[in-house]
T-cell receptor, first 114, second 114 residues
């Protein structure tokens, strides 16, 4: 199994531009999570899906952030417009049976907004 | 709401010495507890998890953790540190039943001195 695949690994963009992060979960995993990691705030859960349906998006910072999961093998996290304070590492993770059974994380996307 | 507190943001040990990383949890219901490890520029990897089956949990890479309800602790140990253990370690908690949500600690960076 290839694990959770995220793209791109690195993204540098200018303030105001749209950014789209992509994630392919492990096949058969019904849960997908988007996390953001910064030095100041640590790991923050942004949103999670179960069977492609958003379950909890209370961690999404503001309306500039949106996430979709059009099918079981693909999810996107979009930021529009991007701001310097969005600079962080964004992780996607998937789980077979839910958070209580542990996650498999992708390698992350390091986003820099200048 | 559940939470975890990791004592010590940085821990240094000599190669071959005991590794002890401390985690205390707070939860009003029986918890699930996890330790994850993050190597530089990588996502988090599940080391071990406690799900009430046994209080002493063995994980990968020689790590283990003991659930102590009376102390609300779930400390991570390894008898002999290797250079390859240098990484950041995260304790996490979730709760049984109902809505599943994992809360991560702030992390402890382990330095192994040759």
């Amino acid at each position: 199994d290839a694990g959770v695949i995220q793209s791109p690994r690195h993204e540098v963009t200018e303030m105001g531009q749209e950014v789209t992060l992509r994630c392919k979960p492990i096949s058969g995993h019904d849960y997908l999570f988007w996390y953001r990691q910064t030095m100041m705030r640590g790991l923050e859960l942004l949103i999670y899906f179960n069977n492609n349906v958003p379950i909890d998006d209370s961690g999404m910072p503001e309306d500039r952030f949106s996430a979709k999961m059009p099918n079981a093998s693909f999810s996107t996290l979009k930021i529009q417009p991007s701001e310097p304070r969005d600079s962080a590492v964004y992780f996607c993770a998937s789980s077979l049976l839910g958070p209580n059974y542990g996650y498999t994380f992708g390698s992350g996307t390091r986003l820099t907004v200048v | 709401a559940q939470s975890v507190t990791q004592l010590g943001s940085h821990v240094s040990v000599s190669e071959g010495a005991l590794v002890l990383l401390r985690c205390n949890y707070s939860s009003s219901v029986p918890p699930y507890l996890f330790w994850y490890v993050q190597y530089p520029n990588q996502g988090l990897q599940l080391l071990l998890k406690y799900t009430s089956a046994a209080t002493l949990v063995k994980g990968i890479n020689g790590f283990e953790a003991e659930f102590k309800k009376s102390e609300t602790s779930f400390h991570l140990t390894k008898p002999s540190a290797h250079m390859s253990d240098a990484a950041e370690y995260f304790c996490a908690v979730s709760v049984t039943g109902g809505y599943q949500k994992v809360t991560f600690g702030t992390g402890t960076k382990l330095q192994v001195i040759p």
